[in-house]
C-alpha cells in the first residue's frame, strides 16, 4: 500500500484538485482508493458532496466524546474510492496535541492499527494549506509526497520552504520521505508559463512528474456539482491530465498504451475529423516581417479584432518574425507592433489608409 500526502502551503495551486481527482483516476484504472481528508476547511469532503456526523477528528482525537474507529466514518465516493471525511473541529486537534508526546505520529500509529486498511492500494492524504502539526502527522506517516506547483515564482518559494520540513522530519523522525513536483494550473498560452516551467525541471531536476495539470474549468465546475473530473466530464482536458498522470503514478512513465489510452486516442481523432469537416474553408497563412533588431513583434488585425496579446506574438528566426494562423478567405487589414510601435507591412504593397490618417496593410485569401 502506497501512503501519499498531497500538500503545499500555498493556497490556490490546485492541492484538493489533485488529491481529489487523482484519487478517482486511479480507482478508474482499477485500483483501490482511500483519500483522507486532513484539511479542516474539508475542500475534498465537500467537493465530493459528502456529509458525515464523524470525520477524521474522531479517529484521531483522545478526548472526542465521539470517538470513532476509522472504519466507523469512511464512506463510498465511486467503486474504488472511499473517502475519510473532515469537518471544522479538526482544526482544534493541534491544540489538543501540542502537549502530547509522539504527537508528530497521532496518524501513523492510527493507521498502523487499522490492518483493515491493506485492502486499498492507495491512500491519498490532502493537507492544509499550511506546515502545523497536521502536515507533520501526514509527513510523518507518508512514504511519497505530491507537491502541486503552479508555475510561478511564489510556488517555488512556498516549495523550498517544504523541503525543510521533510529534511527535519527525517532528521529528528527518522523517516525518509520521496518528493515529487506537479506542475498544475498550467496555461500554454503564456510564454511565461513555459520560462517557469524549464525553471522547475533545473530546480528540481529528478523530481517532477513528467505529466502536466494545465488550466482548465471542467475541474473547477466539476467540484462546484459536487463530484471528480471523471463524473463530471470524462472527456474534458483535466481529466486527460489527471488520468494520465495516474498511469505515470502506477507505471512511473507517462507513455502507456492502455484500452483507456487508446479510447482517448480515438476521441481526439473524432474531434479533429469534425472540425476539418465542419471548417473545410480554413487557410493556413503566415506572416512575416524582416526586423532584427526588434525585441518584440505582433500581427493585430480584423482577424484577432486588432488585440495585442501572447496569442498574437510573433516567433524570431534569424532576424525575420513569423506567425502561422488559419483563417478564412476574404480581405483581411493588418498591422504589426514592433515594439510597442505600430506599423504597416513594408513587405506588402497593398495598402489602404485606415480612419487614423495611418496605412493597413491588405490580405486577400482566395
Known amino acids: 500500500m502506497r501512503i501519499i500526502s498531497v500538500t503545499n502551503q500555498k493556497g490556490g495551486c490546485g492541492k484538493t484538485t489533485t488529491a481529489v481527482n487523482l484519487s478517482a483516476c486511479l480507482a478508474a484504472n482499477g485500483k483501490k ?47 474504488g474510492f472511499d473517502i475519510a471525511p473532515s469537518g471544522i473541529v479538526l482544526s482544534t486537534l493541534e491544540q489538543e496535541l501540542a502537549g502530547e508526546i509522539g504527537r508528530e505520529s497521532r496518524l501513523w500509529e492510527v493507521l498502523q492499527e487499522n490492518k483493515q486498511l491493506n485492502r486499498y492500494d492507495y491512500l491519498i492524504i490532502d493537507l492544509p494549506p499550511n506546515l502545523g502539526i497536521l502536515t507533520v502527522n ?16 511564489f510556488s517555488l518559494e512556498g516549495v523550498n520552504q517544504l523541503l525543510k520540513i521533510i529534511e527535519l522530519i527525517k532528521d529528528r523522525l527518522n523517516h525518509n520521505v520521496s518528493y515529487k513536483i506537479l506542475v498544475t494550473n ?77 479510447k482517448m486516442a480515438s476521441l481526439d481523432k473524432r474531434m479533429k475529423e469534425s472540425i476539418t469537416e465542419n471548417m473545410p474553408r480554413l ?7 524582416s526586423f532584427p533588431e526588434a525585441k518584440e513583434v505582433h500581427v493585430a488585425g480584423d482577424f484577432n479584432r486588432w488585440q495585442v496579446s501572447d496569442n498574437s506574438r510573433m516567433s524570431k528566426n534569424n532576424g525575420r518574425w513569423f506567425k502561422k494562423m488559419t483563417l478564412e478567405p476574404g480581405a483581411y487589414h493588418y498591422r504589426f507592433v514592433v515594439d510597442g510601435t505600430w506599423m504597416d507591412d513594408p513587405e506588402n504593397p497593398r495598402k489602404e489608409t485606415n480612419p487614423f490618417g495611418q496605412t493597413n496593410s491588405l490580405l486577400n485569401i482566395k
Not at 283 to 289: C, I, T
Open 186 to 262: 498550467f496555461d500554454s498560452r503564456l510564454r511565461h508559463s513555459f520560462s517557469m516551467l524549464d525553471k522547475i525541471k533545473e530546480s528540481f531536476k529528478g523530481n517532477v512528474f513528467g505529466t502536466i495539470i494545465h488550466v482548465n474549468v471542467k475541474l473547477k465546475e466539476a467540484q462546484s456539482y459536487g463530484t471528480h473530473i471523471l463524473s463530471y466530464d470524462k472527456y474534458s482536458r483535466g481529466a486527460k491530465d489527471y488520468f494520465t498522470l495516474s498511469r505515470e503514478m502506477i507505471s512511473g512513465s507517462v507513455k502507456t498504451d492502455t484500452a483507456a489510452d487508446n
Open 33 to 79: 482508493v482511500l483519500l483522507i481528508d486532513l484539511d479542516p476547511q474539508a475542500h475534498a469532503t465537500l467537493g465530493l458532496n459528502i456529509r458525515a456526523e464523524a470525520c477524521i477528528y474522531n479517529v484521531l482525537s483522545k478526548i472526542s466524546v465521539k470517538k470513532t474507529p476509522l472504519e466507523g466514518i469512511i464512506k463510498k465516493v465511486t467503486p
Open 138 to 153: 501526514a509527513i510523518r506517516a507518508s512514504s511519497e509526497i505530491i507537491i502541486p506547483v503552479e508555475a510561478s515564482r
Open 283 to 289: 487557410k493556413e497563412v503566415v506572416f512575416s516581417m
